[in-house]
């Protein structure tokens, strides 16, 4: 048996009975893996979007570990915002459940999550398509053809810069956001 500490965030959880919990994590580290938890009395609940440090146990011959001495660090805060960006996050979140290899830790896809976790205020459709396409991006996925010019320039750009630098990009005309929507 071996013990290691991460962060991680939560993808998806599936309940296995009224108090063993399976969580379909993506790790800082090592990638999205399946981890159990039991739910004890008196501890809240972990949810989706939830980014955690803990220690993890493993075994030989498991496909699923423990978790332990979990401390919650971040989480998406729905108070005070619209459905429609937790509807974006969740979206977000779904994509990358969705389209991460698994124990594959694709570092720039946990940074941004981070600091979607920590930092944005605002999480605009707009800014959605622009990280699922650098997500796209990043998983080998994204083609820079297209028959509208201003969106193959879009598209270039996401290839060649940073996350930040992507997010940077505002005020995209509604016709060209929904082009890039349909990628």
């Known amino acids: 048996m071996s013990v290691f500490q991460a962060k991680w965030v939560v993808l998806r959880i599936i309940s296995k009975t009224e108090k063993d919990f399976l969580y379909l994590v993506f790790f800082e580290n090592y ?26 146990s493993t075994r030989e011959g498991r496909d699923i570990h423990t978790m332990h001495n979990i401390k919650i660090l971040h989480y998406f805060d729905y108070k005070d915002r619209p459905f429609s960006e937790i509807e974006n996050f969740m979206k977000l979140l779904s994509f990358v459940n969705k389209n991460l290899p698994e124990g594959n830790p694709i570092f720039e896809v946990f940074e ?20 699922k396409l650098k997500f796209c991006d990043i998983f080998g996925e994204l083609w820079e053809t297209h028959k509208v010019e201003v969106v193959v320039k879009i598209l270039k750009f996401i ?16 016709g060209v956001l929904e082009e890039l929507k349909d990628i």
């Open 31 to 56: 990638g999205k893996l399946v981890v159990m938890k039991k739910k004890k009395s008196r501890e809240k609940a972990l949810d989706i979007g939830y980014m955690f440090n803990c220690e993890i």
């Open 112 to 131: 941004w999550l981070e600091l979607v976790l920590k930092k944005e205020k605002k999480l605009s459709e707009e800014k959605i398509i622009l990280a």
């Open 159 to 174: 290839h060649t810069h940073s996350m930040k630098d992507v997010l940077k990009l505002k005020d995209i005309e509604q």
